[in-house]
């Protein structure tokens, strides 16, 4: 029999569920990719993400054509069209079914719903996995029966599942019958001009599954054990610089628990403390796919705290473009914007920072902060971008209390000491003694009065006061 198995953001051979289960129960393959670049427009992906997930497409095709199949690449405008696309290319391949790996924002789930409906009605079997994640979001379940809101429960509940369903083995890629068709596709991986985002090349990021995969296997032998003390300091490489990965399905979270695992048979416990932090955020992934799956209006644009819709965000055209570009004259988010409109990635804790900077001292809207985030990120994920922006807003679950406001030449010199990070996004920064580094002004208008760096544009105290005041009266009135 024949099935037909449709690779969305599962861009991998090793480990992915729905290849496994179509060739485990079906003789002969048909592997699609269908491109929906007028929904990828809508979701804003960037430019880099584009560029990334074309370079690995094209990976994909080249290992499938090792193994004898060519990888069917379609596009259409949109998710609808793609729907309509599969089920009329099965029924003309005539497969029995299709396979899929399950996505968990609205618009992922209502296409797959209409993939199965449409498929039914010409007899095709549609068969589901929940191959990107680790724990799937039906397996946990609060003592109240609904689902975690707070991440510290969800974290304790997420590993006992983990030892209750064990962890199967990585699914070899021997499993896909060998085939007779040895051309792969050429994958057009340019970027169209209407797809945002300063940078538009990913060179310096590998691609093709192998050298992913080791990428990960040596994170996890050589620098997880510090995690917990590197995670903290953007000038170091200390985190795994994972996230493109992740997010287009070149890797799956099983390899990265393997290699745990290897480091610590007693997987998840055993851990060191390191490894064990650096676990918790392929947590806090699933944790906000989890809560996408839960709470449909967080997938239009609506808060998790839904009263906090009533915060009077500020408008202010100029205010936002400054911050975007990196001109707040608050150092530590200018280095961050900089380096994400130059590189599509930024560290996690100057993402915190400029985030709560744009919310918390400029008083605009969280929304604005996130697309401009997906518009720039290589690594842009709907589920962790928009809770990463409700955390810091104070408008998701489990998020920073409104109360606690970042001071962001405090955050500064906490993670950035010697200015390290700060001099290599902001070169007219350099000369700066470290003293100085976190508040050039003072210095710059007397030793470099030339300087264009611009001046502080708020006054962090009065934001800061102005920003608790309101969100008070929005949250209790007074
Ligand atoms: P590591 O520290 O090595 O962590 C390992 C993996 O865990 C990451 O690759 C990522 O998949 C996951 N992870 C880590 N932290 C988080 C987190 N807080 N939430 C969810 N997953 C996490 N992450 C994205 O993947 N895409 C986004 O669009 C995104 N937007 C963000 C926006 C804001 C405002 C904030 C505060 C965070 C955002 N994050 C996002 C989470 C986090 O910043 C990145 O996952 C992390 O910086 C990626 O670097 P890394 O791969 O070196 O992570």
Same mark, same amino acid.
Request: hydrophobic share 30%; with cysteine; net charge negative.
């Given at each position: 029999s024949k099935a037909l198995v449709w690779l969305r953001n /599962?861009?991998?051979?090793?480990?992915?569920d729905a290849i496994y289960g179509a060739a485990s129960n079906h003789e002969r393959l048909n592997f699609v990719v269908v491109r929906t670049p007028d929904t990828w427009r809508a979701h804003d992906w960037s430019a880099a993400k584009w560029s990334l997930y074309h370079r690995q497409l094209q990976c994909l095709a080249n290992d499938l054509a090792e193994r004898g199949h060519s990888l069917h690449v379609h596009t259409v405008a949109s998710f609808k069209d793609s729907v309509d696309y599969i089920v009329a290319y099965a029924t003309k391949q005539d497969v029995q079914a299709i396979y899929i790996n399950r996505e968990y924002p609205l618009h992922e789930r209502q296409r797959d719903h209409r993939l199965c409906v449409n498929a039914e009605e010409v007899g095709i079997q549609v068969v589901q996995y929940d191959?990107?994640?680790?724990?799937?979001?039906?397996r946990i379940q609060s003592g109240t029966g609904s689902f975690y809101r707070m991440f510290t429960p969800f974290f304790r509940a997420w590993k006992e599942e983990l030892v209750t369903a064990g962890l199967p083995g990585p699914?070899?890629?021997?499993v896909i019958p060998d085939g007779s068709d040895n051309s792969a596709p050429t994958i057009d991986v340019r970027v169209p001009d /209407?797809?945002?985002?300063?940078?538009?090349?990913?060179?310096d990021w590998l691609v093709g599954e192998a050298q992913i995969r080791q990428k990960v296997s040596v994170y996890v032998r050589e620098k997880a054990d510090h995690y917990h003390h590197l995670r903290?300091?953007?000038?170091? %490489?200390?985190?795994?610089?994972l996230s493109p990965y992740w997010e287009i399905g070149a890797i799956s979270p099983r390899i990265a628990a393997h290699f745990l695992q290897k480091q610590a048979p007693e997987f998840p416990s055993g851990l060191s403390e390191g490894m064990h932090t650096w676990l918790s955020e392929l947590a806090w992934r699933e944790f906000y796919q989890h809560l996408m799956f839960h709470v449909p209006r967080l997938s239009r644009h609506?808060?998790?705290?839904?009263?906090?819709?009533?915060y009077p965000w500020r408008k202010d055209e100029k205010a936002f473009q400054a911050w975007c570009e990196g001109q707040t004259g608050y150092p530590i988010v200018d280095a961050g914007m900089r380096q994400l409109a130059k590189t599509g990635w930024m560290h996690n804790r100057v993402r915190m920072i400029v985030a709560n900077f744009l919310t918390?001292?400029?008083?605009?809207?969280w929304r604005l902060g996130e697309q401009w985030f997906m518009r720039n990120?290589?690594?842009?994920s709907f589920p962790a971008n928009n809770g990463g922006w409700q955390w810091s807003a104070s408008t998701?679950?489990?998020? %920073?209390?409104?109360?606690?406001?970042?001071?962001p030449t405090r955050q500064s010199e906490k993670v950035d000491p010697d200015g390290v990070y700060i001099r290599r996004w902001l070169p007219?920064?350099?000369? %700066?003694?470290i003293k100085h580094i976190h508040e050039p002004h003072q210095w710059l208008r007397q030793y470099?009065? /030339?300087?264009?760096?611009?001046?502080?544009?708020?006054n962090h105290k009065e934001a800061r006061e102005r920003f608790i005041a309101n969100f008070k009266q929005v949250k209790h009135g007074n």
């Open positions: /599962d861009l991998r051979l090793l480990d992915n191959s990107n994640l680790l724990v799937a979001p039906e699914y070899q890629r021997s /209407d797809i945002p985002g300063q940078c538009r090349h990913t060179d903290d300091l953007p000038s170091e %490489v200390g985190t795994s610089q609506k808060p998790f705290q839904e009263e906090t819709d009533n918390k001292d400029l008083h605009m809207d990120l290589i690594d842009g998701g679950t489990d998020a %920073v209390p409104y109360f606690r406001v970042f001071n007219e920064l350099k000369d %700066v003694p470099d009065p /030339d300087n264009s760096y611009p001046a502080p544009m708020v």
